[in-house]
């Protein structure tokens, strides 16, 4: 079955870098739907839910976050990582990205994020989806897993993210080198390195597309 995947991308909003993933698009059955923008948990980047962004995208035109501080979003020690915040992100997000009706997916805090987006009646959300939502707060029993393992977790995450990333750029540098070396028997020997092609910046922001 083809891929669904069709770039990545950093967008501006809220006062930050926001980079997501894109899958399906806006055609055959996905058209007049809601698109669907996907929230992950605190520990996942949004390369982790790749498999679930394919799948979505067949039915929706869907957006896989990096939630701030995550992935190849924009981190530092002195952003603002309130629910407030992120919930905030998600609201612009989708408004700079142009998404006139959407629907909101979250797993773990990414539910929580959702919830609280939602609370605010965003223009344009049309549902929200809230997958294994925490179970813990003010008055319930304390949280299953201590803090040191999450940013364990994250900086785990975070590490693979700026792999990928970096083996990608390899990847696109690869093929530009057999390009300008004129190598007619390069793309025959290499047919698992797909060539790729960055698109200027535009509206949406910097994409990175497949071809």
């Known amino acids: 079955m083809n891929s669904t995947f069709l770039y990545g991308a950093n967008v501006n909003a809220n006062g930050i ?3 997501y993933l894109r899958y399906g698009g806006t055609d055959g059955v996905r058209a007049g739907r809601p698109a669907v923008i996907l929230i992950p948990g605190i ?36 952003l603002d990582y309130s629910l407030d915040a992120q919930a905030a992100d998600v609201i612009a997000l989708a408004k700079a990205l142009g998404l006139e009706h959407y629907a909101l997916v979250g797993h773990s805090m990414g539910a929580r994020i ?3 987006a939602a609370r605010s009646a965003p223009k344009g959300l049309t549902r929200t989806v809230l997958v294994d939502p925490p179970v813990s707060g003010p008055g319930r029993r304390a949280y299953p897993a201590k803090l040191p393992w999450y940013v364990d977790s994250i900086r785990l995450a975070a590490s693979a993210s700026r792999a990928f990333a970096a083996d990608h750029g390899r990847t696109r540098r690869r093929g530009a080198r057999r390009r300008r070396a004129g190598d007619a028997n390069a793309g025959a020997g290499h047919a698992a390195y797909p060539r790729a092609r960055c698109r200027p910046h535009d509206s949406v922001g ?4 497949l071809l």
Do not use: C, K, M, N
């Open 17 to 19: 870098r926001q980079h």
């Open 43 to 78: 520990t996942s980047p949004a390369v982790t839910w790749g498999f679930v962004g394919e799948t979505l995208g067949r039915q929706f035109d869907t957006y896989v976050l990096d939630v701030r501080g995550r992935g190849l979003s924009e981190a530092s020690a002195t």
């Open 114 to 116: 959702a919830i609280r």
């Open 206 to 209: 910097q994409r990175s597309r």
